[in-house]
C-alpha cells in the first residue's frame, strides 16, 4: 500500500504538522478522546481536557500523557473556576473549544427508558449552559459540538437555547457566533460504521463553515475492511437466552428476520423491539451504530454470532490500534461506545483549518486514519434453523401498534 503522508494507524502520532500554525484545542467531555484524536490527526493541539469520569482520565493518561488533564474535571466547576491564564493563554487566544454534551436528554434511545427524553428540561442539560459559558470565558475561534441528531432537531432540542445564548455573547463582547449544524453519518466519511451526528460550528468572526461533501457515501469501508483481519484469542461470550437464536440471523439481520415480514420463524411481533436487539454485523456492510451500554441482547453482535472484542469495537470506532482504553470489558465498551469517531474528527478538523484557523492549508486526499481495504469479501453463512427450545414460540404474533405509538408492550419469554 502507497501512502502520501504518515498514518497514525501505524503507532505515530502527529502533535502538529511543522508547516501549520499552532492550533490549540480546550476539550470538554473528552472521553476516550476520539473528537481529539481525530483533531490532532488535522494537525491541532489539545492544550487541556475537562473530563470527570476516572477510567476515561486514566484511558487519556494511558494515550496522551501530554495532554492536561484539567483539575476541575466537572464541566460545571470548570465554568465556574477555570480561565485562558491557566492554559497559557489570554482571552481570544483559543483556537477551538471542542466537545460533545452528555446526549442521553436528547438520544432516541432516551424513549425506551423511564425517564424518557427531556431535552433542555433534563438535569444533565446543564452541562450545555456551561459550555457556552466557557466560550465566553475563552473567545474561542472557533466552538465544535458533537453529538446526536435530537440535540439541535425536533421539539426538545438544545438549538433555541444556544442561539439565544450565543446572541448574547455576540452583544457583549462583538463576536459574530453563529451556528452552523449539518446532520451527517460517520460511513460517509471513510468511518467503518454508519453513525449519524450533528455536527455544530460557531466561528467567532462569523465565518461560514462547510462539511466536505461526502467522498464514502457511494463506497463505504465495511466492517470486513475494518475488522476482517483481527485475529481474537479471547473474544467475550453472548449472555442471556436470546443469542441463542443469533445464528438463525442472516448478517446484517436483526429479530426481524424471526417476524411475520422475515424470512425465518415467527417469534416476534414486527417492530416490537428496538432495533438494535438480535442485531448482527454484514461484512460487506459498514457496522450499525455502536452503543456505549448495551443489554446481553443489544447487537451489533459479530457475524460470528458473539458480541464483539473491545479491539473490534475501537477498530469499527476508527481508533488507531495503538489507542487503549483502560477497565473492564463493559467499562471500555462503554468508554468506546460514547466516542466521536477519530476519523470523523479528523475530517471535522481538516475543514475547520482549511477553511477558518488557516485558510487555504491543503491535505492529503486521504486522511491519516482512514483504514486500508480487505479486499474480497467472504460469502455469509446462511442462517440455521432455530434451536429447539424456541419452536413453542412460534405462531402469529402482533406487531407495533403503529407510528407514532412509541414502544409496543414486549411479550416476556423465560431465558
Not at 472521553?31 to 482520565?57: F, K, Q, S
Not at 466492517?223 to 453472548?238: F, N, Q, S, T
Request: glycine share 10%; aromatic share 6%; hydrophobic share 40%.
Amino acid at each position: 500500500m502507497i501512502r502520501d503522508f504518515p498514518t497514525i494507524a501505524d503507532g505515530e502520532h502527529l502533535m502538529h504538522r511543522p508547516d501549520l500554525p499552532r492550533m490549540t484545542v480546550l476539550s470538554l467531555f473528552t472521553g476516550a478522546g476520539g473528537l481529539d484524536c481525530g483533531l490532532e490527526a488535522a494537525g491541532l493541539e489539545t492544550v487541556g481536557c475537562v473530563e470527570l469520569d476516572h477510567l476515561c482520565r486514566r484511558s487519556l493518561e494511558e494515550n496522551r500523557p501530554n495532554w492536561k488533564l484539567l483539575d476541575s474535571a466537572d464541566v460545571l466547576m470548570a465554568a465556574e473556576s477555570l480561565s485562558p491564564a491557566d492554559l497559557g493563554l489570554a482571552r481570544r487566544e483559543l483556537d477551538v473549544l471542542a466537545g460533545g454534551p452528555p446526549c442521553q436528554p436528547f438520544s432516541v434511545a432516551g424513549q425506551w427508558t423511564s425517564s424518557g427524553r427531556r431535552g433542555m428540561e433534563d438535569d444533565r442539560a446543564r452541562t450545555v449552559a456551561a459550555m457556552l459559558d466557557l466560550v465566553e470565558i475563552f473567545l474561542p475561534r472557533a466552538l465544535v459540538i458533537e453529538n446526536v441528531a435530537g440535540f439541535l432537531r425536533g421539539r426538545i432540542s438544545a438549538l433555541p437555547f444556544m442561539t439565544k445564548r450565543l446572541d448574547e455573547i455576540n452583544e457583549r463582547h462583538g463576536t459574530a457566533y453563529r451556528l452552523h449544524a449539518e446532520i451527517v453519518d460517520a460511513a460517509d466519511y471513510g468511518v467503518p460504521q454508519h453513525r449519524k451526528r450533528v455536527i455544530a460550528i460557531a466561528t467567532r468572526q462569523g465565518a461560514p463553515f462547510a462539511m466536505p461533501e461526502p467522498t464514502f457515501a457511494d463506497i463505504p469501508i465495511t466492517a470486513w475492511d475494518a475488522i476482517g483481519d483481527l485475529k481474537e484469542e479471547v473474544v467475550p461470550a453472548c449472555k442471556g437466552g436470546w443469542t441463542d437464536l443469533l445464528p438463525s440471523i442472516p448478517e446484517g439481520g436483526n429479530y426481524q428476520y424471526l417476524t411475520v415480514r422475515g424470512g425465518g420463524s415467527e417469534l416476534f411481533g414486527y417492530r416490537t423491539r428496538y432495533w438494535s436487539f438480535l442485531l448482527k454485523l454484514a461484512k460487506d456492510k459498514p457496522s450499525w451504530t455502536l452503543p456505549a451500554s448495551p443489554g446481553p441482547s443489544t447487537g451489533p453482535f459479530h457475524w460470528a454470532n458473539r458480541p464483539l472484542s473491545v479491539r473490534e469495537r475501537m477498530r469499527l470506532q476508527s481508533f488507531p490500534d495503538d489507542w487503549q482504553t483502560v477497565g473492564s470489558y463493559g467499562e471500555q465498551v462503554k468508554q468506546i461506545g460514547n466516542a466521536t469517531p477519530p476519523l470523523l474528527g479528523e475530517v471535522i478538523g481538516r475543514a475547520l483549518v482549511s477553511q477558518v484557523l488557516a485558510p487555504g492549508t491543503t491535505y492529503p486526499r486521504n486522511a491519516t486514519l482512514l483504514r486500508p481495504r480487505l479486499g474480497a469479501v467472504p460469502l455469509a453463512a446462511p442462517p440455521a434453523p432455530i434451536p429447539s427450545r424456541f419452536e413453542s414460540m412460534v405462531g402469529e404474533k402482533t406487531a407495533h401498534l403503529g407510528a407514532g405509538k412509541g414502544p409496543a408492550p414486549r411479550q416476556t419469554v423465560a431465558s
